[in-house]
């Protein structure tokens, strides 16, 4: 159990465009979901975090108009990165917490904004 | 400051051999500690988890350690294999509950050559 997946696994698009990433929890429900980037041979940092039915918590510096977060089921998050510049290109990658149990990585959206 | 540093940055080891990759900590209050894998254009699947009252964890060939005196883990791989060539990813949580925060290391490379 607990596999999360994310669609699509990789993007292009071109500047000025919104891209669209959905995450969901496959067999189980998500009381808390998260959204991180990945940089090339860096760690994960932390984006955002969305609980279902209610806005989502931005990190410090990540901008809420430009990465918007909708959690709209148990099972569902969304990301749409707005107005997409070549400096967003990034891979994406989502989780999914049940209760206070581990947070379970999606497989990742790879995005390239040319 | 909340740190995970992770050592050594990468590993090339010959396919059969063992190798133990480390992790250091400064994360508190500590709830518990977590090894990843990560696979080129993936997301993080968990190997371990372990929390303050445990000091070893095994799943078939990985074996962690936990030392929380000293804020010290350590991932043991034994008779590696091609396929366990990833980053592999120390994560520290500062408290068990959906408010906790993920620490993330950058990860050690691991390239496994036959």
């Known amino acids: 159990g607990a596999v999360v997946s994310q669609h699509p696994s990789r993007v292009i698009c071109k500047s000025g465009t919104s891209v669209k990433i959905e995450c969901r929890s496959l067999?189980?429900?998500?009381?808390?979901m998260f959204w991180y980037r990945q940089f090339p041979k860096k760690s994960l940092m932390l984006m955002a975090t969305?609980?279902?039915?209610?806005?989502?918590?931005?990190e410090q510096g990540v901008e809420k108009d430009k990465f918007l977060i909708n959690h709209a089921s148990l099972t569902l998050s969304t990301l749409t990165v707005t107005s997409a510049h070549p400096e967003d290109s990034s891979f994406y990658i989502c989780?999914?917490?049940?209760?206070?149990?581990?947070?379970?990585f999606g497989p990742g959206t790879r995005l390239l904004v040319l | 400051k909340n740190q995970v540093e992770q050592s050594p940055q990468s590993l090339i080891i010959l396919e059969g051999k063992n190798c133990t990759l480390q992790?250091?900590?400064?994360?508190?209050?500590?709830?518990?500690l977590r090894w990843y894998k990560q696979d080129t254009g993936r997301g993080p699947v968990s190997l371990t988890i372990?929390?303050?009252?445990?000091n070893t964890k095994s799943n078939g060939r990985y074996t962690a350690t936990l030392d929380a005196d000293t804020k010290q883990s350590s991932l043991h791989i034994t008779a590696s294999q091609l396929s366990d060539s990833a980053s592999y990813i120390c994560?520290?949580?500062?408290?068990?509950?959906?408010?906790?925060?993920?620490?993330f290391g950058r990860g050690t490379q691991l390239t496994v050559w036959p």
């Open positions: 989780s999914a917490q049940r209760d206070t149990e581990t947070q379970y």
């Open positions: 067999d189980f429900q998500a009381t808390t």
């Open positions: 969305s609980n279902e039915g209610s806005k989502a918590t931005y």
């Open positions: 992790c250091n900590y400064t994360v508190s209050p500590f709830s518990n």
């Open positions: 372990m929390t303050f009252s445990e």
């Open positions: 994560v520290v949580s500062d408290r068990g509950s959906t408010l906790g925060r993920l620490y």
